[in-house]
């Protein structure tokens, strides 16, 4: 079983407030990723890093922004959020080994934002 | 770039039939592809991979795809599904890079 942890599950909230998604994995993976999922479409990448220092956009463009201090860290956060951000926003991990990926991600449970 | 393409967006089947669940991709470059199952308030976890080799690819809970280069497919199949089955399931691709891109999902619901 994956060993990667987001909080919180779920979260309602009122437009204007700061909100940090948190996510942690304990398997010493490199690469590290956010997506953004909405019910019948596909999975959206909106940030990613190789390691620690390194935050990189997706192909989603998102308001939120991203930070990496921690091998095992990768919280979101969104300044201001708005009813627009509502979605469910799925964290994952990889290995990265030296340049090579070995092919799999694993996925956190998911934190579903509404934004009211 | 890579993308992903779900011909179904939902699958009814009844209890013990085989089920088939489509995916094409369109790549410029060699790729490895994936399946993942997602179940109710849950991430998505792992099915089958293929990276090379053998084109019949078998994963967990009795699922298997094949890799068909030139029709550009991977489609995923059981023969005989279980209530337990029920779930999005998610075909992706990615390059050697781990950039992954996900299909929009199948909605697999199995009625006993």
């Known amino acids: 079983e994956a060993d990667i942890y987001q909080t919180p599950r779920y979260l309602v909230i009122g437009t204007g407030k700061k909100i940090t998604l948190e996510c942690s994995q304990t398997?010493?993976?490199?690469?590290m990723y956010w997506y953004q999922q909405d019910p019948g479409m596909e999975l959206h990448l909106i940030h990613y890093?190789?390691?620690?220092?390194?935050?990189e956009k997706g192909d989603l463009s998102s308001e939120s922004t991203v930070s990496r201090i921690r091998t095992e860290h990768f919280p979101l956060t969104l300044e201001s959020a708005r009813p627009s951000h509502t979605s469910q926003y799925l964290c994952?991990?990889?290995?990265?080994?030296?340049?090579?990926?070995?092919?799999?991600?694993?996925f956190g449970e998911g934190s579903r934002l509404t934004v009211l | 770039a890579q993308s992903v393409t779900q011909l179904d967006s939902q699958v009814p089947v009844f209890e013990e039939a085989p089920v088939e669940l489509r995916c094409n991709y369109s790549?410029?470059?060699?790729?490895?592809l994936f399946w993942y199952v997602q179940y109710p308030n849950q991430g998505l976890q792992l099915l089958l991979k293929?990276?090379?080799?053998?084109?019949l690819v078998k994963g967990i809970n009795g699922f298997e795809a094949e890799f068909n280069k030139s029709q550009t497919s991977f489609h995923l199949r059981k023969p005989s599904v279980h209530i337990s089955d029920t779930a999005e399931y998610f075909c992706?691709?990615?390059?050697?890079?781990?950039?992954?891109?996900f299909g929009a999902g199948t909605r697999l619901t199995v009625k006993p």
């Open positions: 293929y990276l090379s080799g053998s084109t």
């Open positions: 790549s410029s470059v060699s790729v490895y």
């Open positions: 994952a991990s990889s290995e990265y080994l030296g340049g090579l990926a070995t092919g799999e991600l694993f």
């Open positions: 992706a691709v990615s390059d050697y890079n781990n950039d992954m891109r």
């Open positions: 890093s190789y390691g620690v220092n390194s935050t």
């Open positions: 398997m010493g993976h490199d690469k």
